[in-house]
């Protein structure tokens, strides 16, 4: 496995040291690249950001985040990933097997609600570039399961360490504080104006 591999368990007795992706929002018929924000966290310290970008409706969203974590100075205090969603910029569907063997730290997916995956499917199979294997790469991850007040997919992190971690971070709301700050950035970036909940 490739990276750094993280040991001992992420839970309420550990630091936890996370970075935590969402994406910039984007008009309608938007094409190119969108803006995603990374914010960094010392366990419950809002310590950094890292700020770069993928493909609308891309490939790129998993070499991208690769890339901005193992180039911050940030790199070798994180042992977490949290993703808002399991896409990006659209449909930029991130491997999270892949983030997590070549960033050697479990990846957290998580989402606000469930996601209809039935209409996800459809889109992806008939709208978008590659569609095909961007399903494939969120049925190899399994279904989101409920976690606290939210949803949850997990790479290299067992549901019990998830649950304690997304508990912890959920300080004011329903979803885990580096999101929703990532969140209010992104819109800020995006909109000028942070609006509307993670």
């Not at 040991?7 to 935590?20: D, H, M, Q, S, Y």
């Not at 700020?51 to 940030?74: C, E, H, M, W, Y």
């Not at 499917?121 to 569609?131: C, E, F, R, T």
């Not at 912890?168 to 580096?178: Q, T």
Request: proline residues 5%.
């Amino acid at each position: 496995m490739g990276g750094r591999i993280k040991t001992g368990p992420l839970n309420k007795t550990r630091l936890v040291n996370c970075i935590a992706f969402d994406d910039c929002p984007f008009p309608k018929g938007h094409r190119g690249d969108v803006k995603i924000v990374g914010t960094v966290y010392a366990d419950l310290r809002f310590d950094g950001l890292i700020i770069g970008k993928v493909r609308k409706d891309g490939a790129n969203s998993t070499s991208q985040i690769t890339r901005l974590v193992k180039g911050s100075k940030f790199f070798h205090h994180a042992n977490l990933i949290m993703i808002q969603g399991i896409a990006l910029a659209g449909f930029n569907v991130v491997d999270a097997k892949k983030l997590y063997r070549e960033l050697g730290m479990p990846v957290l997916i998580v989402a606000r609600k469930a996601p209809d995956m039935d209409s996800i499917k459809k889109a992806l199979l008939s709208k978008v570039p590659g569609g095909a294997k961007k399903w494939q790469l969120i049925q190899k991850i399994g279904p989101m399961k409920k976690c606290h007040h939210c949803y949850i997919q997990r790479v290299g992190i067992d549901f019990e360490e998830a649950q304690a971690v997304v508990e912890r971070f959920s300080i004011n709301g329903n979803i885990p504080e580096p999101l929703r700050t990532a969140h209010l950035i992104a819109g800020a970036i995006g909109s000028g104006v942070s609006k509307g909940r993670v």
